[in-house]
């Protein structure tokens, strides 16, 4: 079976850091598209950043210079830098694993809250 499990999420103060991590099994990671979205109360899931199987990266302007993005398909783990945490990025943060434009699996979600 798919599983993806994201771990890393926890409370942090504003300006501070954290790392998530999301950890596949069941694929062939290397070829598969990996992407973090985020979904805080009462509003959409968002993508924040993604990465190609070919290294190519993208974010949502938010998150631009702040967030980083990275695979190690030896590991096949993505993970999510985030630094200079604003409360607004307070969220569900999710993995998602995608394959073309069809195959698609996510993870469970781990909750980052930015409080003082």
């Known amino acids: 079976q798919v599983q993806l499990v994201e771990s890393g999420g926890g409370l942090v103060q504003p300006g501070g850091s954290l790392r998530l991590s999301c950890a596949a099994s069941g694929i062939v990671f290397s070829i598969y598209n990996m992407g973090w979205y985020r979904q805080a109360p009462g509003k959409q899931r968002d993508l924040v950043a993604r990465?190609?199987?070919?290294?190519?990266?993208n974010y949502a302007d938010s998150v631009k210079g702040r967030f980083t993005i990275s695979r190690d398909n030896a590991k096949n783990t993505v993970y999510l830098q985030m630094n200079s945490l604003k409360p607004e990025d307070t969220a569900v943060y999710y993995c998602k694993a995608g394959r073309g434009i069809t195959l698609a699996y996510w993870g469970q979600g781990t909750q980052v809250t930015v409080s003082s």
């Open positions: 990465i190609t199987s070919g290294g190519n990266t």
